[in-house]
Structure formats: structure tokens, C-alpha cells
């Protein structure tokens, strides 16, 4: 039996990857433990079913600092009392500086809501829309410095409807979101993931003793 992994998850809102996530790990009986989610914001409607579930919680709130790096440093500080293996991004709306980066490099990951490179940035279904792309879809990566650019271990691509709004089309994204995003934080989890020259190549999963 390998070793059980600590993941904490950082939020910022609704949570819904963050809870897809919990149930998968725990459904599928993870070699990982969801050890924390933590918020930037106390409002974090995320953080209601996180504690729900026996997760211990904790806010760090941006406001509280003058500057990225004084937030970052108490983020990290936080993130650290759990001693992650893996930091989970899920709806985290925050630019990171380069040194707390660099601080979990090889053990952040963050789900985009577009088919990377396409749409980094935000109000991604509205630029989908605006630029009238046939499909659209959502990317797993590892967090460099370079926003929204890291090493992709997984995506997942939908249609975009003639009578599409960003609600309706969010929708249809937000549910491949709950599906690949439980299933890279598994490969990892399970030592599956290895990047280099930033591909991320996927091991074969370990088989089963008979
Ligand atoms: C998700 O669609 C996620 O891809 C997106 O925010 C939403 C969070 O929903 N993330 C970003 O835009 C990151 N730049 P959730 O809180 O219900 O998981």
C-alpha cells in the first residue's frame, strides 16, 4: 500500500471541482487524503461543505495584506500546516506570485475553463463565444509562472451550440470540468504523472495483484 497523500485544495467560490474531487477520493478510495481546503475569501460557499465533510478549513484573506507577496507568504504558511504532496487549484481567482510558484513546482495543479492555449485569462466562455469557436472545453495543467500555460494532463472538449450564452455554455463545460479533473488529481495521486521539457507524459495505471 503506497503511502497516503495530503491534498489540500485552494477555493475561492462555489467549489463544485473541489467537492467533485472530495467525492471521487473518497468513492473510489484514493491512496489521498483531502487534508484542508482553504479560501481567500470567508464567503466561499465551498468552505460550508468542505467542514461538512470532517475537512478541516481555513480562510486567508488577500484583503488582510498590503501586497501579493505578504498574501502568498500566509498562503503558503497555511498550505504548509497540511504538509501537501499535491495543491489543488479549483476556482482559486488569484494571480500567484513567481515565488510561491516556484514554492510548489511539480505539486500545483489548476483546472482552466478552456481548451488551452486558447482563452487564458478570464471570462473565458465569453471569448469563446466572441471568437465563434465550434468546440470548447476545459484544461488540467500544472501551475508554472507563465499563467495559464503549464504542462496539460488532461482536457475535455465540448460543442459550442448556435443558441449558446456563457450560462449555457458554462454549464456544458463545468460538467467535463467534474469529470477530468477528479480523474488527473487521481493520476497524480498516484504517482502516474511525469513531466518533461513541460509535456506531461501519463503512466500506465499499476495492475492489480491477481
Ligand atoms: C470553474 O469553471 C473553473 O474552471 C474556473 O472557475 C470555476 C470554479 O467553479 N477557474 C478559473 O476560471 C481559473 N482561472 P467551482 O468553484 O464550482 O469549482
Known amino acids: 500500500m503506497p503511502a497516503m497523500k495530503n491534498i489540500v485544495v485552494?477555493?475561492?467560490?462555489?467549489?463544485?471541482?473541489?467537492?467533485?474531487?472530495?467525492?471521487?477520493?473518497q468513492a473510489e478510495r484514493w491512496p489521498a487524503r483531502i487534508a484542508a481546503v482553504i479560501s481567500n475569501r470567508a464567503d466561499a460557499e465551498g468552505l460550508a461543505f468542505a467542514a461538512s465533510h470532517g475537512i478541516p478549513t481555513a480562510v486567508v484573506s488577500n484583503k488582510a495584506f498590503a501586497t501579493r507577496e505578504a498574501f502568498d507568504?500566509?498562503?503558503?504558511?497555511?498550505?504548509?500546516?497540511?504538509?501537501?504532496?499535491?495543491?489543488?487549484?479549483?476556482?482559486?481567482m488569484r494571480i500567484l506570485t513567481p515565488g510561491f510558484v516556484e514554492h510548489y513546482a511539480g505539486r500545483m495543479l489548476n483546472i482552466h475553463p478552456s481548451l488551452l492555449p486558447s482563452f487564458a485569462g478570464l471570462a473565458t466562455h465569453r471569448q469563446a463565444l466572441?471568437?465563434?469557436?465550434?468546440?470548447?472545453?476545459?484544461?488540467?495543467?500544472?501551475?508554472?509562472?507563465n499563467l495559464d500555460h503549464g504542462p496539460i494532463v488532461d482536457q475535455a472538449a465540448v460543442p459550442v451550440l448556435p443558441d449558446d450564452t456563457e450560462t449555457t455554455l458554462a454549464a456544458r463545460v463545468l460538467e467535463q470540468e467534474?469529470?477530468?479533473?477528479?480523474?488527473a488529481v487521481r493520476m497524480f495521486v498516484e504517482g502516474r504523472l511525469r513531466v518533461a521539457n513541460g509535456l506531461v507524459r501519463i503512466d500506465a495505471p499499476a495492475t492489480q495483484p491477481a
Open 130 to 145: 466572441a471568437a465563434g469557436v465550434k468546440v470548447h472545453g476545459a484544461t488540467v495543467h500544472f501551475v508554472t509562472a
Open 10 to 25: 485552494l477555493i475561492s467560490g462555489r467549489g463544485s471541482n473541489m467537492q467533485a474531487i472530495v467525492k471521487a477520493a
Open 73 to 92: 507568504a500566509a498562503l503558503a504558511q497555511a498550505i504548509d500546516g497540511f504538509q501537501p504532496d499535491l495543491v489543488v487549484l479549483a476556482g482559486f
Open 178 to 183: 467534474h469529470i477530468i479533473y477528479p480523474r
